[in-house]
């Protein structure tokens, strides 16, 4: 039954964080049928995860480049949450202790208007321009739990809450409108050696595409995006995995950088 598979696909995936288990997706006898019942898995996962007292600092988009997408079977994008908590200031210095595999991804990042007036009906790259206070380069902390990427499922990936262990988050700038935010150069820096390099576009054409899936998906679910919420959309630059004594740094035309020490 659909709720017997959420359940467990739910508590399968709890545990696995709990015993600190390498990454594998649900047993397929329980495995989420569709998209709908893999959103709500993710919703019990964090719950248990939470012990009951969830709070949602905000959402990210997952699984946004063509490759990935036909790795895991998906034609779309996928969406995380983004817990309370874990949101941290750059610079940050975090213990490798506190993951099991992590990686940094290079996103651009909004934080919402507080509070937020809602925009009606579907949105676009142009109406989010109305729900957004600031701007910043970000890192996305990944945990992927040393998974096989060869047998990956979309929808085991979103009920594990497509691996969202956190975010660093940049300067907050005000003055994000007079920025042509597609166009802007990020570079990623791993001990003080450049290792990437992308364009903000590379993401879903636009930052704001990436907001504006997230408001539309949201809508589908009955949920929506609320007043300080942080959303990040989309890596420019490839994965790279960290580990203790690892300092990276994303910088960002106009937008400044933000640094990550693993300890």
């Known amino acids: ?109 909004f934080t919402l208007k507080n509070p937020l007036v809602p925009v009606r009906g579907e949105q676009d790259r142009e109406s989010v321009r109305a729900l957004i206070e600031t701007c910043h380069p970000a890192f996305e902390l990944i945990e992927d739990r040393y998974a096989d990427y060869s047998t990956m499922d979309a929808l085991s990936l979103i009920a594990d809450n497509c691996w969202c262990g956190g975010v660093v988050l940049g300067p907050a700038v005000i003055d994000w409108q007079t920025l042509a935010l597609d166009q802007l150069t990020g570079t990623l820096e791993i001990n003080g050696k450049k290792v990437g390099e992308g364009v903000t576009r590379d993401a879903l054409g636009h930052p704001l595409e990436g907001l504006a899936w997230i408001a539309n998906t949201l809508a589908k679910q009955g949920k929506s995006l609320t007043g300080g919420m942080v959303v990040i959309t989309g890596s420019i630059i490839a994965t790279e995995f960290i580990s203790s004594g690892d300092s990276a740094v994303f910088s960002v035309d106009g937008l400044g950088h933000t640094a990550l020490n693993l300890f």
Do not use: W
């Open 1 to 109: 039954m659909k709720t017997n598979r959420i359940e467990r696909t739910a508590k399968y995936f709890h545990v696995a964080h709990r015993e600190g288990k390498r990454y594998e997706g649900a047993p397929v006898e329980y495995r989420p049928k569709n998209l709908e019942e893999a959103y709500a898995a993710q919703d019990r996962f964090l719950e248990l995860s939470s012990s009951g007292s969830l709070s949602v600092a905000g959402y990210k988009i997952a699984v946004t480049s063509q490759v990935i997408q036909q790795l895991v079977g998906l034609a779309h994008p996928c969406l995380g949450t983004i817990r309370g908590g874990s949101v941290h200031a750059s610079p940050a210095r975090l213990a490798e202790s506190g993951f099991q595999h992590v990686a940094v991804e290079c996103e651009i990042a």
